[in-house]
């Protein structure tokens, strides 16, 4: 159950399996920032453990390349947005 994330918007909830998400991190972040904007660290974190072989410091190493860490207004907690500019 570790592989499927269940996402819910205000109309309806969507699995993600990770067969179905990218090998190539490029194209993964892409994929999951494309579902959501803003990801609670414990959330995106289950899809990447897999690209690393559950290494803290690969994935972290990662995190920098792809991820901007952003304190949310509303919540105070940090979230992580892509670092690539939306169109």
Do not use: I, Q
């Amino acid at each position: 159950l570790r592989t499927l994330f269940p996402y819910t918007t205000l109309f309806r909830s969507k699995y993600f399996p990770l067969s179905h998400l990218s090998p190539d991190p490029t194209v993964r972040f892409d994929e999951l920032f494309a579902v959501k904007d803003r990801w609670a660290e414990a959330e995106m974190t289950l899809f990447l453990d897999d690209l690393v072989g559950g290494e803290r410091k690969k994935r972290e190493a990662m995190v920098l390349k792809f991820v901007r860490k952003v304190k949310d207004d509303k919540s105070g907690e940090t979230v992580w947005t892509s670092r690539k500019m939306r169109k």
